[in-house]
């Protein structure tokens, strides 16, 4: 993997900079002393850059699979392209990102939020919903999901209130660290809660997750898991029993016609009975053992194309169900990838997005500073766990939902937060300091962070 990022690192021009070399030495002829001139080290990261080509090149080969229903009669290339242009605009993003030392992202981080949650109160505006969830908005005919956005603004948002309330040598934040990260993440998880089950569920897992790993204490993190478990027990029990007695607009009716979806799954109980019956259907007995049906045709199809693939799979371009899988291009775009490559090339996937994880664990380790740490930890959540989740839909683990695969699944809103994610950690991986560079170069950075955000990793106290 280093070989592939030092290639592309050669093809873009990238050459060492003076500031990489860890320290300068310049001498005193008069006095005989040196001068040690030490500045912080700019690190370009090969694992993260590495996979995330191998990404981009997976997404290039396995889309135009998958994307056989949008093939244009004119052009078989049209959804390749399509999908290449968004993944072009995210590449120059991520580019632009490195370059941009963390501690300015770091302060751009309350716009960001602001801007999500404005995204998220606008689209709940919209009159026209399926199936009960309103998720998109259009903005100069561009469908706009701020979903996508807003499982980075949990997590870039979380790090900012971990990084400034540390508690001064202790591995603990404040009570009023605690409180405000809870009033955060539950009031995203509200805004996302009319959306759909799953962007909640990944949402307070990123959260949830970023208490675990930011230095919060073990008695606020239980009070924390505890909190959001009762509000979050109440907020399922609400929505799956309360009466709705809106009527069902023509859209919706024709959604459920196409769809072959009962009435009561459309309207009548609110998005709760949709998510009662996937439930329901997840734990019918004998489902792999079921005639094929167009009700349950996404699941029975999506299992027949991974059993079709076998081990080995029956090589790209080569798939029999991508023709017939609705969405297979998106939300099911790993069972074309397991036909295609069989159970080794889809366990090779799953090890890239833990190889993402890995990596930011450990460079968290190296860091001096809370706030890199937190960052990039943060945004290595939103990869892995929306990809796990992708995974665990698709191989029939957890019940039946919507969720894109990382850069691979079509979706050009998708890959643009994903390529701002990936560009926020190559910015940390890239200036951050290690414990290992020299005193002065963790006092420059220390002198460079905001005052309130200053405090030592919590992996390094006792």
């Known amino acids: 993997m280093d070989s592939l990022s030092q290639a592309v690192e050669t093809a873009l021009g990238v050459q060492p900079e003076a500031s990489d070399m860890a320290e300068s030495t310049v001498g005193q002829a008069d006095t005989g002393t040196t001068q040690v001139a030490a500045k912080p080290k700019k690190r370009i990261d090969h694992h993260l850059w590495g996979t995330y080509l191998l990404l981009v090149m997976i997404a290039i080969i396995e889309l135009f699979s998958a994307s056989v ?28 990102l490195q370059w941009v030392h963390y501690r300015f992202i770091f302060k751009m981080i309350p716009v960001y939020v602001i801007l999500s949650i404005g995204l998220m109160i606008a689209v709940r505006g919209n009159a026209e919903s399926i199936n009960g969830a309103v998720r998109s908005i259009t903005i100069n005919g561009t469908p706009i999901l701020p979903s996508e956005f807003m499982k980075l603004a949990v997590a870039l948002g979380m790090a900012y209130i971990l990084a400034k309330t540390q508690v001064k040598g202790k591995r603990d934040v404040s009570w009023w660290g605690l409180g405000l990260g809870l009033a955060f993440l539950l009031g995203c998880a509200a805004l996302l809660f009319s959306q759909g089950l799953s962007n909640t569920i990944i949402t307070v897992a990123i959260g949830m997750a970023m208490m675990f790993v930011g230095g919060m204490g073990w008695p606020k993190f239980l009070i924390a898991v505890a909190v959001v478990g009762v509000i979050g027990l109440c907020g399922y029990k609400y929505k799956t029993t309360h009466e709705d007695t809106s009527e069902v607009s023509e859209r919706q009716e024709l959604a459920m016609r196409l769809n072959h979806a009962y009435e009561d799954s459309i309207a009548g109980e609110g998005r709760g009975k949709v998510w009662n019956k996937r439930v329901d259907d997840f734990y ?15 699941e ?6 991974q059993a079709h693939g076998g081990i080995f799979g029956v090589g790209p371009g080569k798939s029999r169900e ?15 990838i ?38 990039v930890m943060g945004c290595a959540f939103v990869i892995v766990f929306q990809a796990l989740y992708h995974m665990a839909i698709v191989s029939g683990v957890i019940p039946v939902s919507g969720q894109p695969l990382p850069l691979i699944s079509k979706g050009g809103i998708s890959v643009i937060a994903t390529s701002l994610t990936f560009g926020v950690m190559l910015s940390v991986a890239r200036h951050a300091v290690h414990i290992t560079d020299s005193k002065q170069a963790q006092r420059i950075e220390h002198d460079l962070l905001p005052e309130s955000a200053q405090d030592v990793n919590p992996a390094l106290k006792a």
Do not use: C
């Not at 093939?71 to 632009?96: E, K, T, Y």
């Not at 991508?322 to 074309?336: H, N």
């Open 69 to 96: 229903q949008e093939v244009s009669a004119d052009n078989i290339f049209s959804p390749l392209i399509r999908h290449g242009r968004f993944l072009l605009i995210g590449l120059v993003l991520m580019l632009g």
């Open 284 to 298: 019918r007995p004998n489902k792999h053992l079921e005639q094929f049906s167009l009700e349950h045709q996404q």
């Open 300 to 305: 029975q199809l999506s299992y027949i194309a």
């Open 322 to 336: 991508a023709a017939r899988l609705p969405l297979a291009y998106s939300d099911y775009v790993f069972a074309i």
């Open 338 to 375: 397991i036909e295609e490559l069989g159970l080794i090339g889809g366990l090779f996937i799953l090890l890239i997005y833990v190889w993402i994880m890995g990596r930011s664990a450990k460079l968290t380790l190296q860091f001096k500073h809370t706030m890199p740490g937190v960052l």
